[in-house]
């Protein structure tokens, strides 16, 4: 169960073994006998309710927490006993409050690792820059700036390019976006994985957030209270067949509709929709209309992008001399092939014809997806985890 | 008053320029002390003085009284800083935390006791007079808001950013050099010019255990009862603290750490 069969050929970066965290004064260990392994170039959310022990895991593998007993194993050498200041240096850092320094500009601050491991003037800039651009900060207007003068957004994006200053191999993230608004942190998620697609760290991602956890990682290992590991599995797995009750709560109801942040747009093929340019004409369009099974035409303008909806009613009322482009709707219910599952969903149950339109990159109209392809797609995900499932039983003696 | 200081952010923060106040209002303060000097200066002089007051009264004295004055605050202030910033980053340092509160109590309990008490008890117990008692009386005064407010100063950094420090390999050392003294710098510099403003009052006292400075003219005046001696005295002691109050308080300006 601690390893899913789909990774075991990727190197371990982290291993855990028996690690225990004991506070004096307390019965019980805060983290008790972890095993642990974690791939090179995967993100794994720790998650579990408060007091669960996935902070102290975390803080142990660059050991601001020092563990009691047990050993760390980062990229197959033993860093339990070695200098921690060093360790730190080759490990990234992300917490919540961004604990950006207050008093250092963001060039500063994003030089603080560089600096540390005494990289030259030239080397550090050079970094910093190529760090901000990253986390889409312009270097020429953030660079002097101070932390205080940045949203909070802007903090935790510099926070994320600090932490990397070093070209780390590791990067340990604790709650990097709990307190973000939640428009931005969706945003930030996205840029985050955008990053991590270029850059293939190992991250150890603690959050107590399910719902970020099947969107960031892709293992998740969820804790007990009492530091026990109920489940270590794809988002996948853990979605479609929970170890135990208690991942099943803690998933909570839903889990279909979670699953749908797992898959994406141009996952599915957009349904084709009766469409008309807008220099068609008023006739030309109550033709087609009057053709099709549709209740409604879209308008695309020159350029193929969706322009609006025009109903019967609105073809009808029209005069012979006006143009489509005067009439109709504009259309709200736009997604990407970027965009999950779940977006469309939440997008076509406020749409005016129960369907969401796929645009590509450049705007152009690709088709529609309807509540009929999403539940299409949920039903295949299930058949495909529980084969999963079935099979990883089937190995088990 | 120690707690202060943090609250006291710049008005320019959104260009990030560090001084508070504007130039004219940097004139202010020394343009009127030359007014307060100049009109104590022909106060005096449509004065018919006698022999006594003209003893007091002239510029030798009174340039000795005001050097002697200026180097009992210097070397006791000095010496506070000398005793009580290493003093105070010890006491916020882990391995101090169980005596911290005790030590706190007892220097907290002396800063009770007068200055001029602790001159006497020196005097009368030790027969220890003159300018190194003086020393010795001003210093133990002063220690303790010093002390506090770097106390304070360090302790009001917040935790996330020394975990974040640590966490990227800072040393316990580098720590406190690069993040938490620039960070306790303003409160520090407000125990600071406390510990400056009570030195310069205080040093008026000194001249009771024969250690010179303002407090000469001012004692030489009452004791003859000439009220002019006395004025010239206590207006010159005041003009004195302020000015040292004004240029602590420039120094606090330029010392404050853009970005905060």
Known sequence: MTSADSHETRQVMIRLEKLTKHYPGQQRNAVDGLDLDINEGEIVVLVGPSGCGKTTTMKMINRIIEPTSGRIILNGEDVTRTDADQLRRRIGYVIQQTGLFPHMTIGENVATVPKLLGWDKSRTDARVDELLNMVNMDPEIFRHRYPKQLSGGQQQRIGVARALGGDPTVLLMDEPFGAIDPITRDRLQNEFLRVQSEVRKTIVFVTHDIDEAIKMGDRIAIFKEGSQLAQYDTPEQILTAPADDFVAEFIGRGASLKRLNLSYVGDIDPRPWPTVSVSTSIAEARETLRNAAESALIVVDEAGRPHSWVSPEELNRAGEGSSLKEIGQTPRAIVEPRATLSDALNELIAARYAVTLVVDDTGKLQGVVDIEQINDSIRSMRASAVTEARASLGGEP | ?260
């Open chain 2, 1 to 260: 008053m120690s707690t202060q200081a943090p609250h006291l952010k710049t008005a320019n923060q959104e260009t990030g320029v560090a001084g508070s106040r504007g130039l004219s209002q940097y004139l202010v303060m020394p343009v009127v002390l030359g007014i307060a000097l100049l009109a104590l200066y022909v106060y005096v002089s449509l004065q018919e003085l006698d022999s006594i007051e003209e003893r007091s009264l002239n510029a030798a004295r009174l340039t000795r009284a005001v050097w002697e004055h200026i180097q009992l605050t210097a070397v006791s202030t000095l010496l506070t800083l000398l005793i009580a910033i290493p003093l105070g980053i010890l006491l916020t340092r882990p391995f101090t935390r169980r005596i911290r509160p005790y030590i706190v109590t007892v220097l907290t309990v002396l800063q009770a006791v007068p200055t001029i008490a602790i001159l006497v008890l020196l005097a009368v117990a030790f027969l220890f007079l003159g300018f190194a008692a003086a020393i010795v009386g001003l210093v133990l005064y002063a220690i303790v808001p010093v002390l506090l407010n770097t106390m304070v100063g360090l302790e009001q950094v917040d935790d996330a950013v020394l975990e974040a420090g640590r966490g990227m390999g800072m040393s316990r050392t580098t720590v406190l050099q690069k993040i938490e003294l620039p960070l306790a710098i303003p409160v520090m510099l407000a125990g600071i010019r406390t510990a400056l403003v009570i030195n310069v009052g205080t040093a008026a006292l000194v001249t009771y255990i024969n250690a010179g400075g303002l407090g000469d003219i001012i004692v030489a005046g009452l004791s003859t009862n000439r009220i002019v001696v006395q004025i010239v005295g206590a207006a010159l002691t005041a003009i004195l603290a302020l000015l040292i109050d004004y240029i602590a308080g420039l120094i606090e300006d330029l010392l404050r750490p853009r970005g905060l």
